[in-house]
């Protein structure tokens, strides 16, 4: 009973990425095909490089000859691969390669990950435009349009900085593209790239503002200028 136990856990464990068990069918495998790729790795990392299809077979629900047809069609379709090489000694041996499988699972994630980030962006940007022709009270032309987009794509303004941007203008009750266009372009300069940056950047904007406005005499002038946070929500 003993040996039993310790012969089970002498058979190991293989180490498979878990992304390859959510994304198989994105790679077209079925279910018996991953099976038979998981029994390949496990005979490659017990040192069996070249499995036969009747140890395959053994482990699986399928034949023989149904393991064989199965493998040829996972080579034909650049799963895996048989590399040929020799011994120290001259002998010529044959080995399981399942680096294609590794390499199209990694496509597949870097594709996915693309995909969603140009997902993400499209609705950061819609969004953008939306926030743009609420504040404006109209749509936009087409030389904004293509503005707004050059501030993305060619400046690399993230949406949120635009955003706050737009803001600053509304509360400097200047409320155009050339003056957007000018915050942003002073932001960059002075290395703002997030809304806590831009925050400190207009505290200190106002500051300054407020100690350089000139002194009055007449009592019912406001002694300083009221600072707005226009980045609070």
């Not at 749509?139 to 635009?162: G, K, N, Q, R, Y």
């Not at 509360?171 to 806590?196: A, H, P, Q, V």
């Not at 500051?207 to 000139?214: F, H, S």
């Amino acid at each position: 009973m003993k040996s039993n136990i310790l012969s089970w856990l002498q058979e190991g464990n293989i180490t498979i990425p878990a992304v390859l068990l959510s994304e198989y069918k994105n790679l077209n495998l079925n279910e018996f095909e991953l099976v038979l790729l998981l029994n390949i790795i496990a005979f490659l990392e017990k040192g069996n490089e070249f499995p036969t299809p009747e140890e395959l077979s053994s482990r699986m629900t399928i034949s023989i000859s149904e393991c064989n047809e199965m493998l040829r069609k996972l080579i034909q379709r650049g799963y895996i691969e048989i590399i040929d090489g020799h011994t120290n000694d001259g002998i010529r041996f044959e080995k399981y390669s399942v680096q294609a499988l590794w390499e199209r699972l990694i496509d597949l994630f870097l594709m996915n990950n693309k995909t969603n980030r140009e997902i993400s962006k499209q609705a950061d940007e819609t969004d953008l435009y939306t926030c743009f022709e609420k504040e404006f009270g109209r749509p936009l032309s087409p030389f904004e349009c293509e503005t707004l987009a050059m501030w993305m794509d060619d400046d690399h303004h993230e949406s949120v900085i635009i955003k706050a941007a737009l803001k600053e203008a509304v509360m400097s009750g200047k409320l155009n593209f050339r003056y957007i266009d000018r915050i942003l372009f002073e932001w960059k300069k002075n290395g703002i790239k997030t809304i806590e940056q831009a925050k400190t950047h207009g505290q200190k904007f106002r500051q300054k503002q407020t100690n350089n406005r000139p002194v009055k005499d007449e009592p019912n002038q406001a002694s300083s200028v009221p600072f707005y946070n226009w980045l609070e929500q």
